[in-house]
Nanobody
Framework: QVQLVESGGGLVQPGGSLRLSCAASGFTLDYYAIGWFRQAPGKEREGVTC????????YYADSVKGRFTISRDNAKHTVYLQMNSLKPDDTAVYYC????????????????????WGKGTLVTVSS
């Protein structure tokens, strides 16, 4: 069964850090680009970052550039999202997703580009 399972969310104070993980099972992660998306209450789901499989190309939304880092460990079938200098505006449910397309460093992915989603993990940034 193809599955993506996110973990690592929680409550953190502004300025703090969290590392999210996305564990893949039932398929070979190497063949897919990976994206992290988030959805805040009352807002649409938005792309945060993605990483391609072929050349390691990455994309970051302007709102997270310099603070978030995506990485992948194909041997462990896991993708990570390191989030530093967190702000209250980063509060959202974070989802990982896979795509057969290419993660452009300029455009990233749209929600409709993705083939499979995890169920999400909640990140709350609050004092």
């Amino acid at each position: 069964q193809v599955q993506l399972v996110e973990s690592g969310g929680g409550l953190v104070q502004p300025g703090g850090s969290l590392r999210l993980s996305c564990a893949a099972s039932g398929f070979t992660l190497d063949y897919y680009a990976i994206g992290w998306f988030r959805q805040a209450p009352g807002k649409e789901r938005e792309g945060v970052t993605c990483i391609s499989t072929s050349d390691g190309s990455t994309y970051y939304a302007d709102s997270v550039k310099g603070r978030f880092t995506i990485s992948r460990d194909n041997a462990k079938h896991t993708v990570y999202l390191q989030m530093n200098s967190l702000k209250p505006d980063d509060t959202a449910v974070y989802y990982c997703a896979i795509a057969t397309g290419y993660c452009s460093s300029v455009y990233g992915f749209e929600v409709n580009d993705m083939d499979k989603w995890g169920k999400g993990t909640l990140v709350t940034v609050s004092s």
